[in-house]
């Protein structure tokens, strides 16, 4: 048997040369970055150098990114400090309907606090548009939060002209781009980003330890009270291994990021030929405004969690949902908000690619998943086909 991981929007392999950068710091480069020692030097060398490393790979200066301990820590930490900052202007946040938890329960977190949040609906394919997001902006609009590529499904949405609208009416603009970096160039200077999450574990860096882009001249509070690491803006002593970890991975993603994504597209797309031989199935997100790593297909009249156990009994790693609320039998709430019914957003399978995943994986894949389909439908009592 073959072992097949297509999990990797849930979190990537740490790069074999990511973890070689990272093993001094975790050995003999222990000093704390805030000592003035050589050994607090030497430490604080290494997470500056990471600075200057995701400051390349976004387009932004060093002084604009600010070390946090992951992706949902950086989205926390932007939503909540611009709703503090700005609330003398206004109460009211634009969002979208299905962004992830990291975002939309801090947003239900603001809503009890006596922030208005607006809840953007998405098309068919996932995507909303720029128009929807002027009309939605007021007065008091403080913040747009408009997620890059979305986990799930894997649409892109139209950033640049999002944030053209939000610079237009002088509302900030925030993007959750943990899905995005690494896999799609991400500018934020051409762009037009105010403030953008990142999480190194998307990209075969390691897991807890993210960043937060942060325009210059935009004074956040600090996420947590204590010492002045980050300047100011991050209390708590660096995770200094996973920060070089951080901006090694960022490094090798973004050095060949035209490379990865045209032979990654060129994978995804044979996999979502193999998968449409299937009968009855139903491509979920947008079939070209979608991540060069993402494939989601609904296989009508079976369930997503007995097909995902099929492909784990044959080796095959997959994923239903987000990891996160995969635990749960409920479907998906951005499947949901796309306008799946419940039977066909139950019946999903997301399978999503790495620069490791070879076309011998793909192929293999596609005879566990048809053999499964076949074998699934067969017990079900509700499929037509038999
Ligand atoms: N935002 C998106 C779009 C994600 O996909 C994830 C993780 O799956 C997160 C935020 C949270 O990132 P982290 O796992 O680093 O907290």
């Known amino acids: 048997m073959r072992n097949v991981y297509l999990d990797n929007a849930a979190t990537t392999a740490l790069a074999p040369a990511v973890l070689e950068q990272m093993l001094p710091y975790l050995t003999e480069v222990y000093g704390n970055p805030s000592s003035v020692h050589a050994y607090g030097r030497r ?78 609906p998405v098309d068919a394919e996932g995507l909303i548009t720029p128009e929807q997001v002027r009309s939605a902006i007021r007065s008091d609009t403080i913040l747009v939060s408009v997620m890059f590529a979305n986990n799930e499904v894997g649409t892109i949405m139209p950033i640049p002209e999002i944030a053209a609208v939000c610079h237009e009416k002088d509302v900030l603009f925030h993007t959750d781009a943990v899905q995005a970096v690494g896999h799609v160039p991400v500018r934020v200077r051409e762009m037009g980003i105010d403030l953008l999450s990142l999480s190194a574990h998307k990209f075969h860096g390691p ?84 991540l060069p790593n993402n494939v989601n297909y609904s296989i009508k009249y079976i369930e997503g969690e007995s097909i995902l156990l099929m492909l784990d009994l044959n080796g095959v790693a997959a994923s239903s949902g987000s990891a996160c609320t995969s635990g749960s039998l409920d479907p998906s709430h951005v499947l949901l908000a796309m306008g799946l019914p419940h039977e066909i957003a139950h019946g999903s399978v997301r399978l999503t690619l790495s620069d490791d995943t070879t076309q011998e994986d793909i192929d293999y894949t596609l005879d566990v998943l048809r053999a499964t389909a076949d074998r699934l439908r067969n017990m079900s009592p509700i499929y037509p086909g038999k």
């Open 207 to 290: 897991k807890g330890v993210g960043a937060l882009y942060c325009r210059k001249g935009l004074r956040l509070p600090p996420h947590s009270m204590g010492g002045a690491q980050e300047q100011g803006r991050r209390a708590g002593t660096e995770n200094t291994a996973g920060i070089v970890g951080l901006g090694a991975a960022i490094e090798l993603a973004c050095s060949h990021i035209e490379q990865n994504s045209a032979k990654m597209i060129e994978l995804r797309d044979r996999l979502m030929r193999g998968i449409e031989t299937i009968p009855e199935v139903k491509l979920n997100g947008h079939p070209t405004k979608r």
């Open 43 to 120: 430490a604080k060398q290494g997470i500056d150098l990471a600075r200057e490393q995701v400051a390349a790979a976004l387009g932004c200066e060093t002084g604009e990114v600010i070390f946090t301990g992951c992706g949902t820590e950086s989205d926390n930490t932007a939503l909540l400090g611009v709703a503090e900052r700005y609330k003398s202007k206004g109460r009211h946040i634009i969002t979208t309907n299905v962004e992830h938890h990291a975002v939309l329960h801090t947003c239900a977190y603001l809503e009890k606090q006596g922030y208005e949040v607006t809840y953007l």
